[in-house]
Nanobody
Framework: QVQLVESGGGLVQAGGSLRLSCAAS????????MGWFRQAPGEVRAFVAG????????YYADSVKGRFTISRDNAKNTVYLQMDSLKPEDTAVYYC?????????????????WGQGTQVTVSS
């Protein structure tokens, strides 16, 4: 069992930056692929970024490529999402997710554990 707790969300102006953190419980964190997803009101939950268990592979949605960076610190059981050049369309609840496989996953059904989410609001 893995528990995930996100933090770092908030209100920011367009062009600004935020860094989300996701702290995971459990000893197996270094074996899990991790991902960030987001869900805006009335929309389905969508993939944002993913990272392999070792951190050697990352993958991004086209909409955030070049602006967002995913990273992880296995010693701290934490995954991060650095978000730069934020746009109003990035406004959503952001969710951290873990999968019981080492590789990156890009769909919600590939992930086994989910955090409660953190709100990110970007004003124009």
């Amino acid at each position: 069992q893995v528990q995930l707790v996100e933090s770092g969300g908030g209100l920011v102006q367009a062009g600004g930056s935020l860094r989300l953190s996701c702290a995971a419980s459990g000893r197996a964190f270094s074996r899990y692929g991790m991902g960030w997803f987001r869900q805006a009101p009335g929309e389905v939950r969508a993939f944002v970024a993913g990272i392999s268990s070792s951190g050697s592979s990352t993958y991004y949605a086209d909409s955030v490529k070049g602006r967002f960076t995913i990273s992880r610190d296995n010693a701290k059981n934490t995954v991060y999402l650095q978000m730069d050049s934020l746009k109003p369309e990035d406004t959503a609840v952001y969710y951290c997710a873990a999968r019981s496989r080492p590789l990156v996953g890009t769909t919600t059904n590939e992930y086994d554990y989910w955090g409660q989410g953190t709100q990110v609001t970007v004003s124009s």
